[in-house]
């Protein structure tokens, strides 16, 4: 065991944090398969039982949130919005994803993830992870960014068949520009 392995690892245990809000469990699940892919080092935190001193814990930081009824944020979320605003996030790399219905809800899709993005931006953090809209159908977004989500989409309720394949190539853009 060479002593360069054992303190990347430790760096990296210590080097993200994910924060999910969930009600139904879909975020959370997408929270899993994320945390996996990305390998060890990955430190999970339901923002239901999240205190804002975490956030500080970690340089770089993964926030996933569905968007609820129109165009809502997951109720711990928007419990712990205003805390938000007490969080420093400057010199944070920050990866969104969001879990949402693109066909029912078309007017908002995504929403939450866009409002987390704004109010965390304005703090300091520092987005990373956009993709392309290519293969969604909706009408608007607040998670769009120069015609990009500023983060993951995902939508179990229409294309649950494509979550596996967007998580796979979403993580690795994160890992890279996560520099892991």
């Known amino acids: ?19 999910y809000g969930t009600t139904t469990g879909k975020t959370e699940a997408a929270a899993e398969m994320i945390r996996d892919a990305l390998g060890d080092g990955v430190t999970m935190h339901d923002i239901a039982e999240a205190e804002a001193s975490e956030f500080d814990e970690y340089e770089c930081l993964i926030i996933g949130c569905p968007t609820w009824n129109i165009g809502e944020l997951q109720s711990d979320w928007e419990g712990f919005f205003e805390e938000l605003d007490e969080i420093d996030f400057s010199g944070k790399t920050v990866a969104y994803f969001g879990t949402g219905d693109q066909v029912g809800y078309d007017d908002n899709f995504q929403d939450a993830m866009g409002m987390l993005e704004e109010k965390i931006s304005e703090r300091g953090g ?47 853009q994160v890992k890279s520009a996560f520099g892991l």
């Open 1 to 19: 065991v060479d002593l360069l392995s054992i303190t990347s690892s430790f760096k990296m245990s210590k080097q993200i944090g994910l924060f």
């Open 126 to 172: 520092k987005t990373i992870g956009y993709t392309s809209t290519d293969g969604y159908e909706f009408s608007e977004s607040k998670a769009l960014r120069d015609g990009k989500f500023c983060g993951l989409a995902l939508d179990d309720d229409n294309q649950s068949d494509l979550s596996d394949e967007r998580i796979k190539a979403w993580t690795a």
